[in-house]
């Protein structure tokens, strides 16, 4: 159990409050997790945060710091933003149960990341695109938004129950976050290059992309066929061209 | 779904910080409850509580303050404490998520309520004892307690999904905690008369009868038929003595 969530990261993104940082460490080891990432920190992160841990100190003494996601999440197979904005997002996301009994079995093999945005906003939407996949915090209609370390006390308590009560689900080793967004920048080139792509708005169709191979769970060896497809297509392009 | 959990009530003991209390009531908020009972609040309620309810204002101003646990659940018919402690506890505690689908139910006919403790000691022996069955958060055996808002949300996270999925149990009108409380003190003056009960140390005893009493879940007739009995057990008594 201990060994498997081991491999999951809670990773926090603009977090304003000291205060929230710390209240989120204490769930965290509450529910057996350990490995906090901390994308642009607030100044004293161990000020407010260390009274608030109570007792989770260690958590926030290893914590790392990054200045953005993406370096945060470079090594990680899966990245999971919890998010309550749907809209485009619907079709790769689940709630936080659904969520937790996928990702136990992948953690035998895969870093696994949990994204969350600052208290006011969320997480951005440059920040939603490196997600591969998103988690949703059934709440009221009437009054929706979770206070921070309360999204990170359910998301970590149903990890926390789907690690104790994993039946073994099948795992596989993912492609790393580093592999996947060399494969989405040579898609958007490729795809400019074959003029699918709008160079002038690109992010659009990216996103939908991103999303589609984000559900796909690929491997290492998944993302060398795709790129070893694009690489063929960009010749077939050059050579148009020269023709 | 909405209607059923304005049946659910969270009740406070002995909270020493204000803010707890704003955190707790914007978890009922996020999770669609409303009624929150105080016992023995600390002096300002309203202050810092006010300031990180974010929202849940309406909560707070609402909340019913007591001075004691008895009076605050006098009128639910079943009590459940939050605690961490099993011990003899054990045969009437559950997880979160089997209290919740038991509960869900019961809440067409019947007030619930969950009882927390303070956030150092939690519920003490006393309001253990008024408690008729208990609901454990499982955490991490190395770091268990949790902070008082979240254990809140754990328990009202839990309680709005059962309230979503509910496919309609079997529901049945309970006795309200008073009737049980007065079968209590009928049951423990009649066990003394008949020398069962040691008068010097009558709480052990007591304690396991109400737990035994607390699983079955008494209706109203439930109540009237054992007291009935007592009623017949302590004219029986008299006569022994008289005859």
Chains 1, 2 share one sequence.
Not at 1 to 12: D, R
Not at 89 to 95: I, S, Y
Not at 114 to 120: I, K, R
Not at 167 to 179: F, K, T, V
Request: aromatic fraction near 4%; charge should be neutral.
């Amino acid at each position: 159990m201990t060994k498997a969530l081991g491999n999951v990261s809670i990773v926090l993104v603009d977090v304003r409050t000291p205060a929230n940082i710390g209240a989120a460490a204490r769930c965290m080891m509450n529910m057996g997790l350990s490995r906090l990432l901390l994308v642009r920190p607030p100044q004293d992160p161990h000020g407010d945060a260390g009274r608030l841990a109570a007792g989770a100190d260690t958590i926030l003494e290893q914590a790392r710091l990054f200045d953005s996601l993406r370096e945060a999440v470079a090594d990680q197979a899966l990245v999971l933003g919890a998010t309550r904005h749907a809209g485009r997002l619907r079709r790769n996301m689940q709630d936080p149960r659904a969520a937790a009994a996928r990702v136990i079995p992948l953690l035998a093999d895969n870093p696994v990341s949990v994204v969350f945005g600052n208290e006011v906003n969320g997480l951005e939407r440059a920040d939603l695109q490196l997600c591969h996949e998103f988690v949703a915090i059934p709440s009221s209609p009437a009054f929706p938004s979770l206070n921070l370390s309360h999204a990170v006390m359910v998301i970590a308590y149903e990890l926390f129950l789907a690690s104790r009560s994993d039946a073994g689900g099948i795992s596989a080793r993912l492609a790393a976050d580093e592999e996947l967004e060399r494969l989405y920048e040579h898609l958007q080139d490729t795809l400019q290059r074959i003029g699918f792509l709008d160079p002038d708005q690109p992010d659009r169709m990216m996103f939908s992309l991103r999303q589609l191979f984000g559900r796909a769970r690929l491997d290492s060896r998944d993302v060398k066929i795709l790129r070893g497809i694009l690489t063929a297509t960009d010749r077939a392009a050059n050579r148009g061209k020269q023709g």
